[in-house]
């Protein structure tokens, strides 16, 4: 009897340490340009940086692009088991169906305050998608093997759309419905 109850309470202290999950926020955001579409004063969009603006913009058009472009700093603490990529409900979407959201694995090597089209390697590795009827909450993306292999605790993310247009609140908004991370070790 003494063996079968060591045997369930190291069962059970085992399943309350597996169940820490914590949220992180976004650390730094942009909306970033791939077009050839001229801005205010005549300047390529693709040269301007957008990542203090109050907004985040994923659009496709037929020859306007832009991604949402997102920097996490990952905790240290443990090995994650998962990471879901926290989708905040769209400030405006330019449709009333359907629309799909992906997420895409990028490097590192950007500043929120200079990223542009011009200086950003548009590649990266898709990790994950969420198809989202506009309206409702949008929900989450699996992210886990990204942030697996996250390099020095950083993630950097692309999230893009298949509709024309989604716009979000940025860090500097100072909304509190901004891109996180749930993080389950």
Same mark, same amino acid.
């Given at each position: ?14 399943? %309350?340490?597996?169940?820490? *999950?914590? +949220? ?6 942009? !909306?970033? $340009?791939?077009?050839? #579409? ?62 799909? %959201?992906?997420?895409?694995? *990028?490097? +590192? ?6 990223? !542009?089209? $011009?200086?950003?390697? #548009? ?63």
């Amino acid at each position: 009897m003494k063996l079968f109850t060591s045997s369930i309470i190291a069962a059970a202290a085992a399943s %309350l340490v597996q169940a820490c *999950t914590i +949220n992180i926020r976004v650390a730094r955001d942009s !909306t970033v $340009a791939y077009n050839g #579409i001229m801005c205010d004063n005549n300047i390529p969009c693709n040269s301007i940086p957008f990542g203090l603006k109050n907004d985040l913009l994923t659009f496709k058009g037929n020859r306007d692009y832009e991604r949402v472009l997102l920097g996490f700093d990952l905790p240290t603490t443990k090995p994650i088991s998962k990471c879901l990529l926290k989708i905040p409900t769209p400030i405006e979407v330019a449709t009333t169906g359907e629309y799909t %959201l992906t997420a895409t694995v *990028t490097d +590192n090597k950007w500043n929120e305050t200079a990223v !542009t089209g $011009a200086n950003k390697d #548009i590649g990266g590795t898709q990790i994950g998608s969420v198809n989202i009827v506009a309206g409702q909450k949008p929900g989450s993306i699996d992210v886990t093997s990204a942030c697996k292999n996250a390099k020095d605790d950083k993630l950097s993310l692309f999230v893009d759309t298949s509709f024309p247009m989604v716009r979000f609140n940025s860090i500097q908004s100072g909304s509190p419905a901004i891109f996180s991370l749930d993080i389950t070790y």
